[in-house]
RNA sequence: GUGGUUGUAGCUCAGUUGGUUAGAGCAUCAGAUUGUGAUUCUGAGGGUCGGGGGUUCGAGCCCCCUCAUCCACCCCA
């Protein structure tokens, strides 16, 4: 057979994943510094567990596993029935039980829920591990993902959010990504649903608006329209949309259309309040009143990073979400995320070539093979100094010098040290310097020297 | 889920209106070179042209189906 991998997976060679390590370990290393503790979670969750919570266009994502042990003769009749309802596109448990999961956030929700009573909170977790999506694979986009988050679970305070918003900046500092992070609230959009006498249609409001910059306003009233909109209520949208200006000029706008409204208010607070809080300017954080936001179950302050001078969608995302464990029958605890999208990340890293030159590792020496009598030789050295845990190789089979040195070269090897039977008698090697094409005779006695010195 | 793109050697790709034995560069291997590497020279191996079916005297090229790929929409990281 022809080996193939799944659609939208891929394989990673040294090379990359020696770049993946690297925005891993920044993430990581920002994550652990603001105080977050690691978390992991199965690959596979129940099924009822993440369904319903991303939304219907979710939901179809969602990978499913079919059961085991369908074709015991005994259960056709009834595993036929039960794909009859599949076909009518119901879930069912006696043919698939199990799914891949689809995001970090659901299972930590399932976690707190299970086991709120142990954590101490606010219960700061960070995640970093790969989430599944039947999507048609495209740019940026694939099928086998890692996501990596930031949560905190327990906690009302909005310095939480702010805090998380800054974590955004500090990590894509230090990536050297130049980024544009959007905020908003949910509770802004809600009030403006409302606004319109449009309650019932906060998700095609929302879904609509969002594309403002993509398509337009024209496109976007189009939209709203088909929804069900009449002429009055695209009218307060168009107006909401038409606010522009500084982050405080959006935010006096804001006070003056929402004065009437509860929702509205607070959303307005909440902006006020990280805004206030990270005392920055508005062109790394900046109020994007078009930001929605897919994902159902935010209710308050949502993120999202786009990078500058790349063609990439989000890279980053998240939110405040203050009653997630009640979808898993525990109720009042409130929680705020972020997400980077590390595939995303290295994707937009490599466009904009920002890695750094000295990414990849190669091991200290490579001990040529002389001949059967010189590599045992060799090979004694060679423990001696993996021993003092300088990391090299002996080339597995006798070859011309100029196989080996080509291999050394390949594999980014810095030094080559030669044994032949003349040195073996003389007690002494040959070291080359790889990259300078310089060599020294040296002795047996120091060679371990020349490395750790 | 919808629409489009591409599929030829390990990799990147040429291949004329359908016409003899399908090519190049890089890579690999061997030799010039039995102790000194990114250079050079010589030679070699490597293809069911994504798969299946059809049209034709004849198909890499045309038609149908299928698979994969990339891109866009939807949605999202």
Known sequence: MKP?????TRDFAAPTIRKREYILDTIKTVFELYGFEPLETPAIENLETVTGKYGDEGDKLIFKILNNGLDNPAKHRQAKEDFEKILQGKNV???????????????????????????????????????????????????????????VAGSYSLINDAELADIY????????????????????????????????????????????????????????????????????????LNIRGSNEEKLGRLKTLFSNNEDGRKGIEELEFILNQLTINDSLLTIDLTLARGLNYYTGIIYEVKAKNAVMGSIGGGGRYDDLTG???VPNIPGVGISFGVDRIYDVMEELNLFPDKMQKGITALFFNMGKEESKFAFQQMQQLRNNGISCE??????????????????????????GSKEMQEQNCVVKDLAKNEQQTIALTELQNYFTK
Not at 107 to 133: D, E, G, I, S
Not at 402 to 409: E, L, N, R, S, V
Request: with cysteine; charged share 30%; net charge positive.
């Open 4 to 8: 193939t991998l799944p659609q939208g």
């Open 93 to 151: 448990k006696t043919l698939t039980e199990r799914a891949l999961r689809y995001d970090l956030t659901i299972p930590f929700a399932r976690y707190v829920a299970m086991n709120y009573a142990q954590l101490t909170m606010p219960y700061k977790r960070y995640q970093m591990q790969p989430v599944w999506r039947a999507d048609r694979p495209q740019k940026g986009r694939y099928r086998e993902f890692y996501q990596c988050d930031a949560d």
């Open 169 to 240: 900046l500090t990590v894509f500092k230090r990536l050297g990504i130049d980024i544009e992070l959007k905020i908003n609230s949910r509770k802004i959009l809600t009030a403006l649903a409302a606004l319109c006498n449009g309650d019932n249609k906060m998700m095609s409001i929302t879904v609509a608006i969002d594309k403002l910059n993509k398509i337009g306003m024209d496109k976007v009233k189009e939209e709203l329209e088909k929804s069900g909109l009449g002429p009055r209520q695209i009218k307060i949208i168009e107006d909401y």
């Open 327 to 329: 979808l898993f029958g």
């Open 394 to 419: 002996l080339y597995h089979e006798p070859a011309k010098m100029d196989k080996q040195f080509k291999y050394a070269a390949k594999k980014n090897i810095k030094y080559a040290i030669i044994i």
